[in-house]
């Protein structure tokens, strides 16, 4: 069993679209994660949500909406695509400890965003 | 703000040989450091963590070294495989513990 999903895998869309991206984890984790792959590989936070909470918005465009159903799902939509908006999205969970996020992020296969 | 970078940012090696990757951070208050592998096309998974106030963790054939003060960590690979091909990602944890910062990653092409 996956213990970070995500999907969908691949998405290729037009500029101008809104689309989303969705991520689970059955790990039991109360921390969950949004990271920007770009191109040149690096890896970079955009959200960090704690148990359906905000705590981490690291100057993303407000065009892109993280939403925490419950602590095992964030999802992320995205409106009006650009093409800077192409790279790889990636999800991930950790523990939380009531003070930190508690130690390894267990990370999803990424999604692979294209906007033509 | 913390910058992590690595260096080499692409190295190739052939098989058997031992090698050292290096991860230098700019903000020594860490909670703990982490380094990943990722393959292509997939996900990063999470090798080694040592924590601030550790020196060293091991695990198989991987050695990964930590000191705070110079902000420096480097992972030890022994008697590398092709299998070993990935690229290798350090990241440092910040002290509010729920943000990680990456490099940008060393390519590792392990030659049979």
């Known amino acids: 069993d996956t213990a970070v999903s995500q999907t969908p895998k691949y998405l290729v869309t037009q500029m101008g679209n809104d689309k989303s991206i969705k991520c689970e984890q059955n790990?039991?984790?109360?921390?969950m994660y949004w990271y920007k792959q770009d191109s040149k590989k690096f890896l970079k936070i955009m959200f960090s949500?704690?148990?359906?909470?905000?705590?981490i918005n690291e100057t993303v465009p407000n065009r892109f909406s993280p939403k925490s159903p419950d602590k095992a799902h964030l999802n992320l939509h995205i409106n009006s695509l650009e093409l800077g908006d192409s790279a790889v999205y990636f999800c991930a969970s950790s523990p939380w400890d009531g003070l930190l996020a508690k130690n390894i992020q267990y990370f999803g296969a990424g999604t692979r965003l294209s906007v033509l | 703000k913390q910058e992590v970078t690595q260096i080499p940012a692409a190295l190739s090696v052939p098989e058997g040989e031992n090698l050292v990757l290096n991860c230098s951070f700019t903000?020594?208050?860490?909670?703990?450091l982490q380094w990943f592998r990722q393959d292509p096309g997939k996900g990063l998974t999470s090798l080694l963590l040592?924590?601030?106030?550790?020196r060293e963790q091991t695990s198989g054939r991987l050695n990964a070294s930590l000191d705070k003060s110079s902000g420096r960590s480097t992972l030890y690979i022994a008697a590398s495989q092709p299998g070993d091909s990935a690229t290798y990602l350090c990241a440092a944890h910040n002290n509010a513990g729920n943000m990680l910062t990456f490099g940008g990653g060393t390519r590792l092409m392990v030659k049979p």
């Open positions: 949500y704690n148990n359906k909470e905000l705590i």
């Open positions: 790990l039991g984790h109360d921390t």
């Open positions: 040592i924590q601030s106030s550790q």
């Open positions: 903000d020594s208050a860490i909670y703990n």
